[in-house]
């Protein structure tokens, strides 16, 4: 659609190097904003932001202390957000793992998440900026589970 913000690319595997023969396989793979529909029938969004004095900051210093939040886009006041499996990764480099399938962390410079109320989101503090040799991106993947009321611990 002309608002969508997904790309779409169909990727061929061919079964021999040079000939189209009828073992090739065919993909649709599309990339786009994730989210969910809520009762209301609006589209909820999950948004993971690093934010410094209550800010969202875009850049990172090695170094300082910032919070990590995950929060709902709609309905956040029907859901609790645990997070779960948090990955970091720069370019070219293997993953690193930051927070275990149990929700605890791994590393001594990330803290557990933990539901914040107040903001509606769930926070887990950043105590000092880290980066990979040879890149100055850092992507993390996380997975975030809502619950209806308060998430199990």
């Known amino acids: ?9 169909v990727v061929a595997v061919r079964a021999h190097e040079k000939l189209e023969i009828s073992d090739d396989k065919f ?4 990339c786009g904003k994730s989210g969910f529909v809520n009762a209301r029938n609006e589209l909820s969004q999950v948004h993971l932001n690093f934010m410094e004095d209550y800010k969202k900051v875009n850049e990172l210093f090695v170094g300082r202390q910032y919070v990590l ?4 886009s709609q309905g956040k006041d ?9 990955y970091g990764f720069g370019s070219n480099t293997t993953e690193v793992k930051l927070i275990d399938s149990e929700g605890c962390s791994k590393t001594n410079f990330l803290s557990k ?5 107040t903001a509606q989101a769930a926070d887990a503090v950043l105590f000092s900026t880290f980066k990979f040799p040879n890149t100055q991106k850092v992507h993390l993947q ?4 809502l619950c209806k009321r308060s998430c199990p611990q």
């Open 142 to 145: 996380c997975d975030i589970i």
């Open 27 to 30: 993909y649709l793979i599309t």
């Open 1 to 9: 659609g002309g608002g969508s913000q997904a790309k779409s690319v």
């Open 78 to 86: 029907f859901y609790d957000i645990t997070v779960k499996d948090c």
């Open 113 to 117: 998440f933990r539901f914040n109320k």
């Open 69 to 72: 939040r995950a929060g709902l």
